[in-house]
């Protein structure tokens, strides 16, 4: 039977994520690993079913293969729906066509049958490599009541970081008056979070009209919301003072884990009230041997520690061996720390492996870079990686 739904979330996760280097070699930004236990897109899935939001497309391209395993039929998001529920959406050959996606405005455009086959009031836009929980809701409300063609969710940032984003200006009421995509003189801190809701009539429209423009971008930021501008649509910003942490460079991403450590994180991840879903590994529970000193660190399910954790965070199945040290570092899945080795102020990737007595990154400062081990990549006995390397075998 027939169902309208009132509003359709798309979920661009198909990006390359360069800046993350070797952590997304061979697989997708949103398939990274995340605070022990979560991977990226745990995040955005999560908001949208604790927002009341069952339909969801998941715009994938780049390494998929990870990232499509993980969500399978979207059970743990409770989005295992007969009707809506998630769908993976990748590029496909139309008749006389075939096209990879262009920019994120094209990525959409692509799947505009899917959309319209559920026939939503309201297209709800999100990204894939953003950490954050949010109510869309209230933002929904938002856009309703203030009779907005485009709402765009909005934080204030430090105006040095104004350069990476899109940067708002609006008045007293959210009204947009300006935007600019990565402006190199802002003149607002309101920055786009790549957040949009649009009334879904209006974004077929514009993204016919934009598909058709051979000099386009194809890109919300750059094209779509620019023409809306100027067109004199009603376009809102809803203004969010929540966490919110875009993840798509080596230091972000260190530093949103990070803040899930201290007595009260900047981001806390026990709320019941709003939590954040993911497809634990199956794992037993985490041991810690005699040998053992953990002290301000995430342990995950089937961890074995026999050495020394400090204010770090391990996820499922890391293994730290006797004698081995390792400080202000995020270990991801399955890597394994030997003997006497040493790891500071790194970034280790899945399945990795540190040897005997191996050095890894240096102490953490003010003027240290952050090192990275990529997936599956093999330190070999006694090594020394020094701080800021990124170290990748370059397989896919």
């Not at 897109?41 to 990870?66: A, E, K, R």
């Not at 037993?284 to 040998?291: D, K």
């Not at 790194?346 to 191996?358: C, P």
Request: proline share 4%; net charge negative; glycine share 10%.
């Amino acid at each position: 039977m027939y169902r309208k739904k009132e509003c359709v979330a798309m979920l661009l996760a198909g990006g390359q994520g360069s800046r993350l280097y070797a952590l997304t070699t061979k697989i997708a930004k949103p398939a990274v690993s995340f605070g022990g236990k979560y991977r990226i897109i745990d995040f955005p899935l999560s908001n949208c079913v604790n927002s009341g939001i069952d339909t969801v497309g998941v715009l994938t391209q780049y390494q998929p293969l990870v990232l499509n395993e993980y969500i399978g039929n979207g059970a743990p998001w409770d989005l295992d729906r007969a009707y809506g529920g998630v769908h993976i959406l990748s590029p496909y050959q139309a008749k006389g066509r075939s096209d990879w996606y262009k920019g994120t405005a094209n990525a959409i455009y692509q799947n505009l049958y899917f959309i319209k086959s559920f026939d939503p009031d309201y297209v709800l836009i999100l990204s894939g490599d953003h950490i954050y929980k949010m109510d869309y809701s209230h933002m929904l409300e938002f856009h309703k009541e203030s009779g907005a063609d485009c709402t765009i969710a909005a934080i204030q940032v430090p105006w040095e970081d104004t350069s990476r984003f899109g940067i708002i200006n609006s008045d007293e009421k959210g009204r947009i008056s300006g935007f600019e995509e990565k402006p190199k003189n802002a003149t607002s801190n309101l920055a786009s979070m790549g957040i949009y809701i649009f009334n879904a009539k209006k974004l077929y429209a514009y993204l016919e009209t934009d598909s058709k423009d051979k000099a386009s971008d194809n890109d919300f930021g750059k094209n779509v919301l620019p023409a809306m501008l100027a067109a004199g649509e009603n376009m809102f910003a809803y203004t969010f003072e929540g966490y919110w942490k875009d993840v798509g460079t080596i230091d972000s991403l260190y530093e949103a884990n990070m803040d899930l450590l201290g007595e009260s994180p900047t981001l806390d991840l026990t709320d019941r009230n709003w939590r954040i879903h993911s497809r634990n590994p199956i794992a037993p529970p985490h041991y810690a041997g005699e040998n053992a000193k953990i002290s301000n660190s995430i342990i995950s399910l089937g961890c074995i520690i026999d050495g020394v954790v400090e204010n770090s965070i391990l996820s499922a199945g890391v293994t730290v061996k006797k004698g081995a040290v390792v400080k202000d570092s995020i270990i991801l899945s399955g890597a394994e720390i030997c003997e006497n080795a040493e790891v500071n102020y790194s970034l280790i990737d899945e399945n990795s492996h540190i040897g005997v007595g191996a050095k890894v990154g240096v102490e953490k400062d003010k003027k240290a870079k952050i090192t990275v081990i990529g997936r599956d990549y093999g330190v070999p006995d006694g090594d020394v990686v020094n701080g800021g390397e990124i170290l990748d075998s370059c397989e896919a």
